[in-house]
């Protein structure tokens, strides 16, 4: 295992944890002191079943909080040639969504994109899809493709204190 930031190795058995600027990394004991050593999770509790004996697994909550959708990359030229294609002014497609004019002037020039609803809202207008699966990313095959060369340090300069 290897620092985030300087690429030096690091123990595997109980790697250093450090909070710098907001982001808790994996570091050496020198780059440790850029931050606050951030404390090891604590261990599980177990549960006792109905019996009164301990279960051999935890009780873990399982729950993905990212999203599985995700806005399209060309989002607003293709709502633009959608409206366009319907013969709608931006007035009449904000008058079908119940959106501003400078709403939609927003969204076709890319300079706002839509929350959830108000795309769920084009998409039913215009009869588009805006929004794209997004399939489970396995890490291990970036680091594996990695050289091993790059890391945080050889992109960011660090500020001492």
Not at 14 to 41: D, F, H, W, Y
Not at 67 to 92: F, G, H, M, Q
């Amino acid at each position: 295992m290897e620092c985030e930031i300087c690429g030096k190795p690091v123990s595997e058995t109980n790697p250093t944890r450090a909070k710098i600027e907001g982001s808790v990394m994996v570091v050496c004991k020198e780059c440790a002191k850029l931050g606050t050593i951030q404390k090891a999770p604590p261990k599980p509790r177990f549960q006792q079943n109905k019996k009164g004996r301990k279960n051999t697994q935890p009780k873990r909550n399982y729950r993905n909080d990212e999203p599985t959708e995700e806005l399209i990359e060309n989002y607003n030229t293709t709502v633009r040639n959608a409206r366009e294609a319907k013969n709608w002014s931006r007035e009449d497609l904000g008058k079908k969504i119940n959106e501003r004019v400078s709403v939609i002037n927003r969204i076709e020039s890319g300079k706002m994109t839509p929350d959830p609803k108000l795309t769920k809202k084009l998409e039913k207008a215009l009869n588009i899809t805006l929004l794209e699966n997004v399939n489970d990313v396995d890490l291990n095959q970036f680091i594996n493709s990695s050289s091993g060369e790059r890391t945080l340090g050889n992109i960011v300069k660090i500020k001492r204190k």
